[in-house]
Structure formats: C-alpha cells, structure tokens
C-alpha cells in the first residue's frame, strides 16, 4: 500500500492552477512541470539554433519508435510493437485494414473471405465511424459491421462464427466508465479464429494494462488524456510481434503508404516498397514538438507505480460515489452510471441527470472542471498522480451544493458550447 506522500510528491510535478479541482484528466491530461521546459529546448535549440541538422543530431527521425517504445513499456508491450503516431481515429484505420490484411488467407469452410466486424453501438463514434467509411471504401470486401449492445456482444460473436473477421472494441466505455475484461473477451474471440482490436483511450495509464499478457492483437489510443501528453498528442498503434512477421512474410503493403513507410524514406524512388515492423504504420513527418510534450510525459509515467495508481485510483473513485450518493440522497434523478464493481470500471465515475449539462456548467463555474457527453453523463475522471483525497471530499460538496441551491438553473449555464 502506497503512502499519500508518494502521490503529494507526484502532485508536486504537475501545474495545476491554483483554486482548480480538475476531474476531466480522461478527457484532456494537466501539464507535468517539465513539459514546458523540454517543449521550450526543443523550439529554441533543437528547432531555433540547429535548424534541420536535428533530424539526425536531437534523433527526429526516430521519434515515431523511439517514443513509440516508451509507451510499449506502459501497456505491457515490447520494444518494436508500438509506434507513436498519428490520431487515434487514424490508428483505428490503419489497425483494421491491417485485421482484414491479416484475414484475407486465413481458412473458413467456404471460399469467401472472413467478413463480419462487430463492435459495441456504444463504443466512441470515431470508430464506428471509421469502420462505416472503410466499408464504403472497400465495396467489394462486403464487410457486413455489426454494432450491438454490451450485452449482445458475446451472442453476436458466437453467432457470426467462422466469418468473424475482427471485434474492435473500447476497453472502457466513455460514458459510462464501463470495462471489458480484456483477457476473457480476446479469447473468446479468437477462439472464432477472429482478431481483436483494443481502443485504450480510456486504460492507457488509468490502470496497469497488459496486451500480451493479454494476448491482444491491435490495440490503438490517445496521448492527451490520462498519459498527459498535451492537446493533439500523437496517438499510437499496437500490433502483436506474431502479426508484423506475418505482415512481413506475406508482403503486405502499408495500410497507408506514406513515404515514412516506404523501407528506404531518402532513397526518393517513385516505386513504394513497405518498410518491415512496426515502422509500416508511420505515414508522413512526425509532429516533433507534439512528440517532445508526449515523450516527457511518457518519461513520467515510467517512473510510476501503476499498480499504485489504480490502488489509489479505486479508493477515490468508491469515496466519490459515496459521498455523491450520501450528499445527494434527496435528488433521486441524479444516478450513478458507472459500475460498483472495481473489476467492471476504468478511472472514471459518471452520473446521469436529465440537467446535466447545466449542473457540469456550474460545477465548472465553481472550477470544478469535469464534462458533460450526451445525452445526459455528468462525467468525472480520476487521477491520482495529481488529484488529492481532499479534491474529492470539496467535489463532492460542491455537487451537492449546486443541486441543493439550483444553482444549476440559470440560462448561462444551458448555454451549449461547441466542445462540452
Ligand atoms: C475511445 C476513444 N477513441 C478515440 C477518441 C478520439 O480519437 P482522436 O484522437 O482521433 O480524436 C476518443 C476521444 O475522446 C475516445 O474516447
């Protein structure tokens, strides 16, 4: 058990305005306290003084892998798996084009290929929506997408049988806070013969994660939320070693064919020819002062205990709901959305109320900053590399406030903004 003066030290190393109680780290991270320097080297001496010469003297080149192996360490991964890079929206792309690459020779007992991809209705929109577009996209494929409800998805897989090309899931729900089991579900969908895809954008440094362990085969996710990297951080792809020899063996062509994938970027030949390993996912120049952010950040977390995190995580979030619950007992359409359970959530806890836009606007008011996801999640992330017990006893009250005083019931705070 870990001493609340580790997480008062880690605390130290985040800038965290003063008067602010900030719940929204699963939607965008803080800024560690070096990041500002490390960005600041990077545009005044890497970019400001060596000019081009830091493409090989700072190593700009490699960021894509060389940051890509810091977060492989973080989700249980190894060096050569993970590139950083891109958006997570991309990641999903390029991982399920490389799913049905992967499948295209594998064994049904008919001739046609394995087409059917199934996915939670509630997963995040991007991929759902990148699975619509790549369907369009590869008409002839006749991808057959089956989006169902958490509790179809094990029915569904079983129903789809030897057809069941891919299950791309999000390991916790962005609403509801809501986990997967990681290992049952990936074994039971490869028990199909099938290929599981993991959107990590609400694990990755919210909890220990473990992909091979796990034996996962694709997994994708964000940098700007619990990793801290900044808004916009490159995002990353994972992919299982045993699939990129395979990828190798078979020739397969980059899922995008950017010149960051062709095996020789400087050689400028107009012929495209794809890099081996994890490099095939890189597209085009890497963003070096979005990567300088992210790799400090990543550098962080490595010197975490996560097991201390989510040990923590745990404590806050079971205090949190307690004490809503307890203060809030008199407005009963306030209600918890998010599993009792610790096995069944992520670092996240959320309410429902029908006004919860307006109550977040006034708890935000009140700088207590979470957000609000239609149509009707009041949603609270939970950090505890800089979120104190105390952050979570004054929240609490707040809430309970706001709800006691209607203070909520204003026309500024029904006012919609473009991000909520
Ligand atoms: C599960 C999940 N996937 C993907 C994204 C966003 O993807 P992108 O970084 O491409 O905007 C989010 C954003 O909140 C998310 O929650």
Partial sequence: MTTNSYFDAFRERFHIPIGTIYLDGNSLGVLPKATAARVADTVEREWGNDLIRSWNSADWINTPTRVGDKYARLMGANAGEVAA????????????????????????????????????????????????????LLAERNLDLRFVKREQMSETIDAAGDRLALVMLTEVDYRTGERYDMKRV???????????LWDLAHSLCAFPVALNDCNVDLAVGCGYKYVNGGPGAPAFIFVAKRHLDRLDAMNSPAPISGWFAHEA??????????????????????????????????????????????????????????????????????????????????SQVSFRHPEGYAIMQALIARNVIGDFRAPDILRFGFTPLYLSEADVVNAAQHLAEILATREWDQPEFKMKHAVT
């Fill in 85 to 136: 890079c891109d958006t997570t929206s991309i990641n999903v792309f390029k991982a399920i084009l490389t799913a049905l690459e992967l499948q295209k020779n594998t064994k049904r007992n008919t001739n046609t290929p394995r087409n059917v991809l199934i996915s939670d209705i509630d997963n995040f929109p991007t991929d759902l929506y990148i699975a619509q577009g790549l369907k369009a």
């Fill in 265 to 346: 970027p400087f050689a400028f030949q107009p012929e495209f020819k794809t890099i081996r390993g994890i490099k095939r996912f890189s597209v085009g120049t890497p963003p070096i002062l979005q990567m300088a952010a992210l790799e400090t950040a990543l550098e962080m977390w490595l010197t975490a205990d996560l097991n201390a995190v989510r040990e923590q995580s745990l404590r806050l979030t079971d205090d949190f709901i307690r004490r809503v619950e307890w203060h809030c007992r008199d407005y009963p359409l306030l209600t918890l959305a998010t599993p009792r359970e610790h096995e069944r959530r992520g």
């Fill in 186 to 196: 990936t074994a039971h969908v490869q028990s199909k013969g099938a290929l599981m």
